[in-house]
């Protein structure tokens, strides 16, 4: 562990080679920060932004261009570099990169600097392999001219250039010492890249590169920042998105012991203090006298009678509904079925519950034409923009210290970053710089939620019970043009937060139609762990289950004949009833099966479940589990995520909530809204199944499993369907009689 207690670090020695992505120009530094926006080259004067640099001591500062919010990748992207480059590990430390999207955004989020979606490693592994070889190469080189060999005849081990012939070496530190580096990047083609069978630090497990600083507590986070001359705020929002402060007793708030002043927002009341807990009850006694405007259009909102209007629209073949996915025709093969099925599914709100609370600081000059910020946030790109558009300057004139984020499943992501701009506007108003805190209950009333949804599947059937057509309509509360505007434009105006995962992908059914009706009630959302899928494949596997049932078939077998034209999801299906003896009887107890590909991740889940018929509480006893994520680049933490991705999918599954009424949030905190405790979580039995293919996500992707999982267990243990989710103890009573 002490090999790697200082990985996480922002500086190296003086004399750095500084190795740049394909297509531009290296340097040697001559010193400076490699955490720096921007290194100048001291002898052409050209401005790069590197992605490794080594110094004559041999230590390796690799940059990592994704934000560390528990899921690891801070660790996997610099190791994915770290192999190509035959890197000694214990010699890396890991640099937080600066905010330069030509050089480190992400590739799958159109060039952002942006970490969500599970998506981190999947996105940058070719392009990091290919700039870890191309250090490498010029490491190579040098060591070739220095030895006087052609670059053929050399190897290397960890950190070492190794001429066999004469029994030579070089280190990676002296060869920086003396290395000329080229104008351009020298060219690595993909063949040229390590064959899976010598990797030796790729599928292999490390330590996370933030945890022992975690352990022993100097890790560092937003909520710790100490600024000089810092104040704390506060901000009480309006409860419903687009009103304002109408009236309140200033002096009321004022007269509170340590208040500075007060700050009329567009969207709420700020207040600013000499200590948080002076801010948080000056908040308090705003709440007490504080009346809002009527505008906004969730006013009068009830989620409960929403959710029926939902469904209502969703069996209303005149609703105007737009075609989300499509294969062969459904429309027309629909009504040449020889029999159909169909069933309903409904999916309330739900709250992210991070538990690092939302803040941030800023220090925003007297003039107001410039700031320096701290956060954890899931974007970059998107905490400058937000804080310069706050400010109505140009977001050069923006620095961010990008911190480690305690949990953020999609919250830290939104383009406005509200939780940064609370602070960016308390300091601008106050001259100084500011930690803006919302307490637990800020961040339930004015959360961003999992989306209300209803949905309506239908199944249609040749003369031999063969599945040929899959319709499935969706309504569901808007997410995309809400959370992420601009993305929303460039994808064509589909809102994919709210409908990825609502096709049948990977089942062989030969006419598919997904079909899209947006509803929206003004209600704030975003994207929340598991995106579209956890609501979505709710419905799928749940219907595919149903299915099975009808035709008299066992679900698993079912779920076999359908995969049968994709091996790798028949092979997750097939393990994991392995893993759970799946035709092994429980008494009192129940097995529920479900299977996603979820963006090329293979997964599948067996859940062990009883139910107390007094209470109707329905208590999880075992998970199995298997994943195929292609090449995993730390099995250990994909573990890890799994785990962490199904105790997440059993509070979505059974007790969290968000109800609303007259479009407030009607839940404050941990009491009234549930989240899995120690007692609920279940043995998990967690299998990676490693294959050489393109790695793929694994941060999120059994959470969308659990909740039709449950259903299924439910039904094979009571002959009884749940259909809306969660499963509270009430709805679990009545469904079951």
């Known amino acids: 562990m002490s090999q790697h207690s200082n990985r996480f670090e922002g500086a190296v020695s003086r004399r750095q080679v500084m190795i740049g992505a394909a297509g531009l120009s290296f340097a040697i530094a001559a010193g400076g920060r490699v955490d720096a926006a921007i290194t100048a080259n001291e002898r052409t004067g050209q401005a790069l932004s590197p992605w490794v640099s080594i110094a004559p001591d041999g230590t390796i500062a690799i940059m990592s261009a994704a934000t560390e919010m528990g899921q690891g990748s801070m660790t996997s992207l610099p190791l994915i570099i770290a192999e190509e480059l035959d890197a000694d590990w214990d010699k890396v430390k890991i640099v937080p990169a600066p905010v330069n999207e030509k050089i480190y955004g992400n590739p799958g989020f159109g060039g952002m600097m942006y970490t969500a979606g599970s998506n981190a490693v999947t996105s940058y592994y070719k392009n990091l392999r290919l700039f870890g070889a191309q250090a490498r190469r010029v490491l190579l080189d040098n060591a070739a001219k220095k030895f006087g060999v052609s670059v053929e005849e050399l190897s290397t081990e960890p950190s070492i250039v190794i001429h066999a012939r004469s029994g030579r070496k070089l280190t990676y530190g002296e060869i920086a010492a003396f290395a000329e580096i080229p104008a351009q990047a020298p060219e690595v083609k993909s063949d040229e890249l390590k064959k899976p069978t010598s990797f030796r630090l790729i599928t292999k497990d490390v330590v996370r590169a933030e945890l022992p600083q975690k352990i022993n507590g100097s890790a560092k986070y937003a909520i710790d920042v100490q600024v000089p001359g810092m104040l704390y705020g506060a901000v009480l929002r309006a409860p419903v998105e687009g009103a304002g402060p109408d009236k309140f007793d200033e002096a009321k708030v ?410 407030a949030v009607e839940q404050s905190n941990f009491h009234d809204y549930l989240v899995s405790r120690n007692r609920d979580v279940p043995s998990m039995h967690i299998e990676v199944i490693q294959t050489d293919n393109h790695p793929t996500g694994v941060g999120q992707m059994a959470t969308p499993l659990i909740t039709p999982a449950v259903s299924n267990g439910v039904m094979a243990l009571t002959g009884k369907r749940l259909r809306h989710a969660p499963f509270t103890e009430e709805r679990v009573k009545k469904a079951i009689g």
């Not at 906004?296 to 009830?302: H, I, P, S, T």
């Open 254 to 663: 004022t007269a509170v012991k340590g208040v500075i002043q007060t700050v009329k927002l567009p969207y709420g009341l700020g207040v600013v203090a000499e200590t948080p807990w002076a801010a948080f009850a000056a908040r308090q006694a705003i709440e007490g006298s504080v009346t809002w405007t009527r505008d906004g259009q969730a006013w009068g909102f009830d989620s409960e009678k929403g959710l029926t209007i939902f469904a209502a629209t969703a069996r209303d073949p005149n609703a105007k509904a737009t075609d989300w996915f499509k294969l062969g025709d459904v429309r027309s093969e629909m009504p040449k079925a020889a029999s159909t099925f169909e069933a309903e599914y409904l999916c309330d709100y739900a709250y992210h519950a991070q538990m690092e609370p939302l803040n941030g600081v800023a220090s925003v000059s007297t003039q107001g034409d410039s700031a320096e910020v701290w956060c954890g946030t899931q974007s970059q790109t998107m905490a400058l923009e937000a804080t310069a558009n706050a400010l109505g300057i140009d977001r050069s004139k923006v620095k961010l210290h990008d911190m480690l984020l305690g949990g953020g499943f999609g919250r830290r992501g939104p383009r406005d970053m509200d939780f940064l701009v609370d602070a960016v506007l308390l300091s601008k108003a106050v001259g100084k710089p500011v930690k803006s805190m919302w307490t637990r209950e800020d961040d339930i009333h004015n959360g961003r939620f999992r989306p209300l949804s209803a949905h309506l599947l239908k199944a249609g059937f040749d003369s031999t019970g063969k599945l040929v057509a899959w319709q499935h309509r969706l309504v569901g509360d808007r997410v995309t043009p809400f959370a992420d505007p601009v993305r929303y434009e460039k994808a064509g105006k589909k809102d994919f937060i709210l409908m990825l995962g609502a096709d049948a992908k990977g089942y062989d059914v030969a006419h598919q139609l997904v079909e899209q009706v947006y509803e929206d009630t003004g209600v704030r959302t975003a994207p929340l762990r598991g995106i579209g899928f956890t609501a979505n494949k709710f419905a799928t596997e749940t219907f595919v289950d149903e299915i099975a049932y009808q035709r008299g078939v066992d679900p698993l077998q079912y779920r076999l004949e359908l995969l049968s034209k994709t091996p790798r999801a028949r092979k997750v299906m097939e393990r994991v009833g392995e893993m759970a003896n799946w035709s092994k009887k429980r008494e009192g107890h129940a097995l529920g099966a479900a299977y996603i590909d979820y963006s090329g991740t293979q997964v599948a889940a067996v859940l062990e479940i009883s139910i107390n018929r007094d209470t109707g509480k329905i208590a999880v006893h075992n998970v199995w589990c298997a994943i195929d994520c292609g090449t995993a680049v730390q099995p250990d933490n994909v573990i890890a995520q799994t785990e962490s991705s199904i105790v997440y999918g059993i509070g979505l599954a059974l007790t969290e909530r968000i109800s609303i009424k007259d479009g």
